[in-house]
């Protein structure tokens, strides 16, 4: 390419129009970027009048080739470039304009400036062009932001491409006539970090690399696959028959896994959990990836892979805000204990109460502990809730002793998480809990499930053991839910099997319930512990009950649980009644 600066050198010789002044070809030459002064005259023609060193190399370097073809092609044709300057002195484009020159690889990028310069005649206008040429620093934007969308071990797209990629999939769906829709699977590989720790990261850079090599051979063309994690990987596939073509992307991803994974002599099975969500109209991709990435948890406990659901995600939700505010509500003592009378089946008078924790919600109302109870229990909440409900059942009886004058004979039964057994100090818990009551261990009941148990036999027979020391009752609550094993019954030092309401309402329809009931009484007996049936509901039962020689009974046939106050005027009502 010819450069203009061969035949104009130093570039300062004014083609058309008034000539530049001195003044105009000293401040070119001063500029460090390339400039030229160009005029408008009264006829609306363009014309250089002047221009610097710079501007001359710029064009060496350009498609235009030389300065007179510059002109011509610039400033008379019909191109972007006359157009915007034609624009700029009638005051309707802006100062600025980006522009390409060339196409392809070898395409130069500018930036063109343009800035007011005086009159120096009436009728002609004159302005400052400035031309940066923007190539390289365009490419190492471009280059950088490549590094910056891909993934360097596997060369995957990363994260960050992976939420442009469904954009761009968001905006196809949009567009497409043809119905066609897209899905995100989450693919998650299981226990990497185990492998990762036991093998070495060396080791674990390998296996990933590998996985994703899997991937690639797993899915479709047109299916689009990156690395969105240290062991997630985020795959967008079109569907044509809707959900059923995403499980299928799923079934081929596990299927290209199921064979083992070569790693250095060894040979290990690597599992993953799958994800599915589908692309809804319009929604954020992060919104859509976040919901690929519940369906996955889902998987992890399906055991297969999963398509997000709506209904389950709200109810996580759910269950996360009941955690946020009961958390909330236990620092502000917002939780309150109800007591449920424990009825001695034989003589009708309460032996008891059982404490259970109740929650008013201000805005969502009665909050059961079936739903709470749960959550306090998967959030370690369970272990300050157990404490304050130990403390407060204490507490209420020791009033109600102090109020009537008397040592009631009464007792109070708390329910103890197998959290609380598996984390918690019980054995302190429980003897703080006497102590700044004042009372003594017989007039506690703890009620532990089975559960406790079977987690870690040998940690529960050393709480069993100290709540005993602590002269207090143990109960096995909910008995016959759980799978413990009798010789675990045998050696524990349990008083009391509280029946499930399941057998117990189930008695008077089910006959099956009745012999489980019977057999669970005759056990019972035979290992020296005491009976309680839940859930009586009817006089009938409670006779029957009573019948079988079951010891006592709680349910809402005798009353529903209640407030201190209340429970104290239930157990005055009942005093020496039968
Ligand atoms: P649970 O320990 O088996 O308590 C008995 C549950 O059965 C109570 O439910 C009680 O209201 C209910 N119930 C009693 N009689 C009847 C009846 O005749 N019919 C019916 N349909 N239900 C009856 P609640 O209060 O909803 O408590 C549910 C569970 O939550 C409790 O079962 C217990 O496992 C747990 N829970 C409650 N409070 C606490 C607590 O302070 N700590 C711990 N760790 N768990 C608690
Ligand atoms: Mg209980
Ligand atoms: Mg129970």
């Not at 994260?159 to 567009?175: G, W």
């Not at 689009?224 to 499980?247: C, P, Q, W």
């Not at 969500?277 to 990435?293: D, I, K, T, W, Y």
């Not at 996360?320 to 909330?328: D, G, K, P, V």
């Amino acid at each position: 390419m010819q450069a203009a600066s061969q035949r104009s050198s130093g570039g300062a010789a004014p083609q058309q129009g008034s000539p530049a002044t001195a003044n105009d070809l000293s401040l070119l030459d001063a500029l460090p970027i390339a400039a030229a002064v160009v005029t408008r005259g009264a006829s609306g023609v363009l014309a250089i009048h002047g221009h610097n060193r710079r501007f001359d190399d710029l064009l060496r370097n350009s498609s235009v080739g030389t300065f007179d073809e510059l002109v011509a092609k610039c400033l008379h044709g019909e191109g972007l470039i006359a157009a915007h300057l034609r624009g700029w002195f009638e005051g309707t484009s802006s100062d600025e304009l980006d522009f390409r020159d060339g196409d392809g690889v070898s395409g130069r990028f500018f930036r063109m400036k343009l800035a007011p310069l005086p009159r120096l005649q009436a009728e002609e206008q004159r302005c400052l062009v400035s031309v940066v040429d923007r190539t390289v620093e365009l490419q190492a934007e471009r280059t950088l932001r490549a590094e910056m969308l891909r993934d360097s071990l596997t060369g995957l797209p990363n994260r960050l491409a992976f939420t442009e990629m469904i954009e761009a999939a968001n905006d196809t769906q949009s567009a497409a006539e043809d119905g066609l829709e897209h899905a995100v699977l989450v693919v998650d590989m299981l226990r990497f970090s185990r492998i990762n720790e036991t093998m070495g990261s060396l080791a674990g850079d390998e296996l990933i690399i590998t996985f994703a090599r899997r991937l690639i051979s797993a899915l479709r063309a047109g299916d689009k696959l990156a690395r969105t994690g240290g062991n997630e990987f985020g795959v967008v596939v079109s569907l044509r028959r809707g959900i059923a073509d995403a499980m299928r992307a799923a079934t081929r991803i596990q299927e290209v896994m199921t064979a083992p994974f070569k790693l250095g002599d060894l040979e290990i099975k690597v599992d993953c959990a799958i994800g599915l969500a589908v692309m809804q109209h319009g929604q954020e991709p992060e919104e859509l990836f976040r919901n690929a990435q519940f369906a996955v948890k889902q998987a992890k406990q399906a055991g297969r892979p999963q398509v997000y659901e709506a209904k389950q995600a709200s109810e996580a939700r759910r269950r996360f805000s009941i955690e946020t505010e009961l958390r909330r509500a236990l620092d502000r003592d917002e939780l309150k204990l109800f007591y449920q009378p424990l009825i001695d089946l034989k003589s009708g008078e309460v032996a008891g109460f059982e404490a259970l924790a109740r929650w008013s919600h201000e805005d969502r109302g009665e909050i059961s502990p079936s739903e709470f109870i749960p959550v306090a229990e998967e959030s370690g909440l369970i272990l300050a809730l157990g404490r304050w409900a130990m403390d407060k059942a204490a507490q209420t009886l020791a009033e109600w002793d102090r109020r009537t004058g008397e040592q009631l004979p009464l007792y109070v039964g708390v329910n103890l998480s197998a959290i609380q057994v598996a984390r918690d100090d019980i054995a302190g818990v429980v003897s703080s809990a006497l102590r700044s009551s004042g009372l003594t261990g017989e007039r506690l009941t703890l009620e532990l499930t089975e559960s406790s148990i079977v987690q870690d036999p040998g940690r529960a027979t050393r709480v069993f053991d100290a709540l005993k020391a602590l002269d207090a009752t143990v109960a096995m609550d909910d008995f016959g839910t759980g799978y413990s094993s009798l010789a675990y019954l045998q050696r524990l030092p349990i008083d009391v099997l509280k029946i499930d309401r399941s057998f117990v309402s189930a008695m008077m329809v089910d006959p099956d319930s009745v012999a489980i009931v019977r057999a669970v009484l005759s056990l019972a007996e035979a290992l020296g512990m005491s009976t309680t049936a839940e859930g009586i509901e009817s006089r009938e039962l409670a006779t029957t009950l009573a019948t079988l020689g079951c010891a006592s009974g709680q349910g809402f046939y005798f009353a529903k649980p209640l407030e201190a106050e209340a429970a104290l005027e239930y157990w005055r009502s009942r005093r020496h009644c039968c």
